[in-house]
């Protein structure tokens, strides 16, 4: 184990930062991660305006807060501290939060989110901010101007690729930066493989330790590739929202074939006793075969929900496969089950 910043010397060798030492080696797997994005206009020297990692160290919780950023990462935190006590108000440039996600499953987030925050401004973007005595001044467009106690950026993350000396290398970037790798994680230096955040979306821990797995077992011999079907996606917000697959809107841009089945969790038992009826359990199916070609779910435990949906697209499920398998009673995951049932128009539960 060796601490410290190191650098490519070249396809087998690393240079460690303060050291004369160097380190040889015959593979390497680079897995250096992200940072999030500041633009430019919101790029001011202020410890009132922070990133998620600032976010995450408070020590108190601030009266007003503006949230720059209605993706999954401010949407978390923003409810996070709208929970705890802040007026958080979110600022988003697109006509709807959490933009690309499935719309049906957003529009129950809303309803939530907009009873925790303080006010939620859609079509809107930060023109400038200027940090004062008494807080940052920022100013949107439309035209406004607030002042808030703290500023949280969080319009996205872009990969740590900088000063690793990959121009040493073969190693290549695409126009966004990412390292390009082969479906084994590979890139264009034989042995050097690149994993996570830095080779590309989406960009989330489970696939990064996916990834991680297969580059290893590559090293020891293996033929295996990554080639996922679904990787899952969860904005861990209340309730949560979760989906794998394609959505909705997805399928309609690409011009695939597809129909759609929803189960509100108005008409689940377990939904009722919790109550927590505001859900909803959505399919996105081939027609013709049947076969699950995207799940979303919103709602409490979404998160843990969203893997059968995964499994089911996977192994290429069907609707039926789905609503022949039997669940508990009453749970949650029979929602899944009952979306199937929808397709087919013999839910029980559903006039």
């Known amino acids: 184990h060796i601490q410290g910043t190191a650098k490519l010397v ?29 633009p430019g206009p919101l790029a001011i020297d202020s410890e009132n305006v922070m990133t998620s990692k600032e976010a995450l160290n408070l020590e108190n919780i601030p009266e007003t807060l503006l949230v720059v950023g209605g993706g999954y990462i401010g949407l978390e935190l923003g409810t996070v501290y709208g929970s705890l006590g802040s007026k958080v108000t979110v600022v988003e440039m ?12 957003v529009k129950v987030l809303s309803k939530n989110v907009n009873n925790i925050m303080h006010e939620v401004l859609l079509n809107t973007r930060v023109v400038e901010m200027v940090d004062t005595l008494r807080g940052v001044k920022v100013t949107l467009d439309p035209a406004r101007e607030e002042t808030f106690e703290k500023v949280l950026i969080s319009v996205g993350r872009r990969p740590n690729t900088e000063n690793l000396g990959l121009e040493n290398t073969k190693v290549q970037l695409d126009k966004l930066g990412f390292v390009v ?11 050097i493989f690149a994993i996570g955040d830095i080779s590309g979306q989406p960009m989330l821990a489970h696939r990064a330790t996916h990834q991680g797995r297969l580059a290893a077992e590559v090293i020891h011999g293996s033929k295996a590739v990554f080639e996922p079907h679904a990787i899952p996606a969860v904005v861990f917000t209340d309730p949560e929202l979760a989906w794998a697959g394609i959505t909705e809107n997805e399928a309609k841009e690409q011009g695939i074939p597809h129909k759609v089945a929803r189960f509100p969790w108005a008409a689940s038992g377990r939904s009722l006793t919790l109550g927590r009826t505001d859900g909803l359990t959505k399919l996105v199916l081939d027609p013709e075969t049947e076969r699950i070609l995207g799940v979303g779910i919103v709602g409490p435990g979404a998160g ?9 697209i996977e192994m290429a499920a069907t609707a039926e496969d789905l609503s022949l398998t039997i669940h508990a009673h009453p749970t949650l995951s029979e929602t899944v089950m009952e979306t199937a049932d929808v397709f087919f128009g013999t839910s029980t539960h559903l006039a």
Do not use: C
């Not at 690393?14 to 593979?27: A, D, N, P, Y």
């Open 10 to 38: 070249d396809a087998n060798t690393l240079s460690i930062e303060g050291s004369e030492e160097t380190v040889r080696f015959k593979h390497a797997i680079l897995a250096t991660g992200s940072r999030p994005v500041v």
């Open 94 to 105: 697109q006509d709807g939060l959490l933009p690309g996600a499935d719309r049906d499953l």
């Open 181 to 191: 790798t082969d479906k084994q994680g590979r890139t264009d230096e034989p042995n």
């Open 304 to 312: 843990e929900l969203i893997a059968e949906g995964t499994l089911a």
